[in-house]
């Protein structure tokens, strides 16, 4: 018998508007009924899905995961999709869905996510639909989604009852469009044979091998069972060269962002002085995100994209050099630095990994990078935390091989004295009334007009703008992406409102001043940038408005 579709009667919700990445809420807001069936409805009539289409769903294992996966598939079947392939046990990470969607050619994707947001039934949950190219749907479409959720009336449902998504295999179904099949694949496999193909294992297996050290934490999100098959099995790393690597729903009540605040456990055995690991990595809830560390050093997002960008011909698959780079706007410019030395163009996006596939698609560029710990490549439409570890590995491997000698902070110094340093940091206030962060967003930029010439100690004001995108592939232009005062000498504060939090406002402040001079480069960046942090405090009167003194992330 050929199962039916209903179509079922809703009402429309009016905050289904997508952020940075995605649609993120709590996890209880997203169990009010018809909430996830309204949000999946307008995104498959926004991008009318043809028949016999496939897609790829799965998520980062946290709370609600399997419960909206079930959901997706049975309304899949009622849209015209003919194949539906799932990560074993509902597990995909974020770039792994990217690749599944390009390497089964599948119409598109679903990932559920709320990538760095703590999980659990008290936390958050997401989700976010990706295009063929493997990349998170443009502006155009999530737009277009949000004004279709708010007219929304009803949903397209089959009458499936649940299916099994933890067995590998085929399991078909008839409907009245013809048959329906749910693929359940191994979640790694497709995903490390990729990795395999671009970087130097043979190189990567001999470093981890010599009394090189390492440890990846997987902060008992997604990349856990990625790290197990990478690392331990295909690398021969030692077994305690990762941890809490099995997902958990709740990430084991912590917050799965890879920074020095919350991957607190890995900073400890990092910075333990000589007996450290020589080599530290974390990713986050969706491994998409990468933390790089050495023996008692952190690098900077935007520093470790500058350093790949300069290193990548030494990896076989970007051995013929890069066509060009991509950052975001609040970025650091060490990138920009490196580009011009290699005489290819460096592109400047607004925040949000979605503005970088264009020109990836358009093979203007070929690595791309956020100063919030995401970095990856054309490889990929989406950033990729554990290509960015076994890139750096690879690096380290090389120059293992070339001088015995592997050594991240070596890296870093010799970096700076070719290219000068960008010192840079960034300060969040996270859960400040929305209003109070309003109010100091417009108080910025009130001053818009009065700040250029105004000096500030040695700093003085060159222009202050809100930043916007002309996207040169499509046409496309996005404006209120960041404001920016940016002073003479090159430095620059930039402050934002956060797109992907879900309780109250977090206010972002980007610091960044360059030091070319070498005997600089070894101070802490916070004491490098101790003006310009006082600076936008006056600027911004953050702590009269807000009541806030100290940051709740520093990096
Ligand atoms: C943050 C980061 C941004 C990143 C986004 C999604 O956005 O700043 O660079 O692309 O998270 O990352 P916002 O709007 O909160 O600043 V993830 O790892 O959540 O997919
Ligand atoms: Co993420």
């Not at 990445?21 to 996890?27: A, I, N, T």
């Not at 009539?45 to 799965?58: E, H, I, R």
């Not at 305690?240 to 900073?267: K, Q, R, W």
């Not at 360059?514 to 936008?536: M, N």
Request: one cysteine or more; glycine letters at 10%; aromatic letters at 10%.
């Amino acid at each position: 018998m050929s199962m039916q579709i209903h179509s079922i009667f809703t009402q429309a919700f009016n905050d289904q508007k997508p952020g940075t990445s995605g649609l993120r809420k709590k996890v209880k807001w997203f169990q009010q009924p018809n909430y996830l069936e309204n949000f999946v409805q307008s995104i498959f009539d926004t991008v009318a899905v043809p028949a016999g289409a496939s897609l790829t769903v799965g998520g980062d294992g946290r709370y609600y995961n399997r419960h909206a996966i079930q959901i997706i598939i049975r309304m899949a079947a009622a849209n015209g999709f003919s194949r539906v392939i799932v990560g074993q046990g509902g597990i995909l990470s974020t770039p792994a869905v990217s690749h599944i969607i390009r390497q089964y050619k599948t119409f598109g994707g679903m990932i559920l996510s709320a990538s760095h947001n703590p999980g659990g039934i008290d936390g958050d949950f997401g989700i976010k639909y990706n295009i063929q190219n493997g990349g998170s749907a443009p502006e155009k479409i999530t737009e277009a989604v949000y004004a279709k959720s708010k007219t929304i009336t009803q949903y397209r449902v089959a009458d499936l009852t649940e299916v099994d998504i933890d067995t590998i295999g085929e399991s078909s179904f008839e409907t009245a469009n013809g048959a329906f099949t749910v693929q359940v694949i191994d979640a790694v496999e497709d995903y490390a044979n990729l990795m395999e193909s671009l970087f130097d294992f043979p190189a990567i297996k001999t470093l981890l091998n010599s009394g090189f050290s390492m440890k990846f934490d997987a902060m008992h999100a997604v990349t856990g069972p990625y790290a197990r098959e990478i690392f331990v099995n295909r690398l021969g790393a030692p077994e305690n060269s990762i941890m809490n690597c099995v997902p958990s729903e709740d990430f084991a009540g912590g917050h799965p962002d890879p920074n020095l605040t919350y991957a607190e456990d890995l900073v400890k055995i990092m910075f333990a002085g000589e007996s450290a690991p020589d080599f530290g990595a974390a990713s986050d809830g969706d491994g998409d995100r990468n933390m790089i560390l050495g023996k008692n050093f952190f690098v900077t997002p935007s520093d470790s994209l500058a350093v790949l960008a300069a290193n990548a011909t030494l990896i076989p698959a970007y051995a013929n050099g890069i066509a060009g780079v991509a950052r975001s706007m609040p970025t650091s410019g060490a990138v920009d630095r490196v580009a011009q030395q290699l005489n290819i163009p460096c592109y400047e996006t607004p925040t949000g990994w979605k503005f970088f596939g264009n020109l990836m698609d358009a093979g203007k560029v070929t690595l791309c990078g956020e100063e919030s710990f995401g970095t990856s490549s054309n490889h990929v439409r989406e950033k990729d935390g554990l290509w960015a570890v076994l890139f750096w590995l690879n690096i380290l491997a090389r120059h293992y091989q070339s001088s015995g000698t592997a050594s991240v902070q070596e890296i870093l110094m010799k970096h700076w004295a070719t290219y000068g340093r960008n010192v840079y940091s960034r300060h969040d206030f996270e859960g400040i009334p929305i209003e109070a962060a309003n109010n100091v967003m417009q108080h910025i930029k009130a001053q818009f007009s009065s700040l250029p010439g105004q000096s500030f100690g040695d700093y003085v004001v060159k222009t202050c703008d809100d930043f916007s995108y002309h996207d040169s592939i499509d046409g496309s232009v996005s404006h209120n992406q960041g404001t920016r005062i940016l002073f003479e000498d090159g430095s620059r504060i930039v402050f934002r409102l956060s797109g992907t939090g879900t309780e109250g406002a977090t206010l972002r402040i980007y610091l960044e001043a360059f030091e070319p001079d070498t005997t600089q480069h070894h101070l802490d960046a916070q004491e490098a940038l101790a003006k310009l942090i006082e600076i936008a405090g006056q600027l911004s009167l953050l702590t009269e408005k807000t009541g806030r003194f100290t940051p709740t992330v520093i990096t």
